[in-house]
């Protein structure tokens, strides 16, 4: 399963909102996930299982989509979330990642 | 606290070998999947190989199928890649990853840099 995400570049400014988008190349049910990475950092789970947050990240951060398209909002921008974004899904095995979006300011 | 902490990286010929490691600490490890993700410089992040909590079902992505084998140490608490037959292009940062009950990656270590380089 082929995922693209788009846009590549999302050039935005704090208090904005950001709208991501990633497109399977089949359905993947709702089984995707969202990450964000810092530079010299690891990625950090975001959303899991489209819409679903993981512990400790804030509200500001939402998911949505099922089959093909699925979208990451971030409402708000904090200085923080000024990061590359990737998705992921767990339909089946192979596991694959979608290329990225990287945000910034 | 869950903490992942990788080793064992450097820099290597092509067509030679090297072992990581991921140490495991702060939550019960036998009874997780465990992930290698790897990520090229500058570029996006790639799915390596898992591996089940008991060790007794292995998964590869196909561009190292045959090449890399993974392993764990339940008594030690330990996570390991074999990668075999290295090419330029694996010159990445190699990350392991704590799996959720979903497959997904709920906890990453910081990384080893494996540099593939004549």
């Known amino acids: 399963i082929v995922l693209t995400q788009s846009p590549a570049t999302l050039s935005l400014s704090p208090g904005e909102r950001a709208t991501l988008s990633c497109r399977a190349s089949?359905?993947?049910?709702?089984?995707l996930a969202w990450y964000q990475q810092k530079p010299g950092q690891a990625p950090r789970l975001l959303i899991y299982d489209a819409s679903n947050r993981a512990t400790g990240i804030p509200a500001r951060f939402s998911g949505s989509g099922s089959g093909t398209d699925f979208t990451l909002t971030i409402s708000s921008l904090e200085p923080e979330d000024f990061a590359v974004y990737y998705c992921q899904h767990r339909n089946n095995w192979p596991l694959s990642f979608g290329g990225g979006t990287k945000v910034e300011i | 606290q869950v903490q992942l902490v990788e080793s064992g990286g450097g820099v290597v010929q092509p067509g030679r070998s090297l072992r990581l490691s991921c140490a495991a600490s702060g939550f019960t490890f036998r009874t997780y999947t465990m992930h290698w993700v790897r990520q090229a410089p500058g570029k996006g992040l790639e799915w390596v190989a898992a591996i089940s909590y008991d060790g007794s079902n292995e998964l590869y992505a196909d561009s190292v199928k045959g090449r890399f084998d993974i392993s764990r140490d339940n008594s030690k608490d330990t996570l390991y890649l074999q990668v075999n037959s290295l090419r330029a292009e694996e010159t990445a940062v190699y990350y392991c990853a704590r799996g959720t009950t979903n497959h997904y990656f709920d906890y990453w270590g910081q990384g080893t840099l494996v540099t593939v380089s004549s």
């Open positions: 089949q359905s993947v049910r709702s089984h």
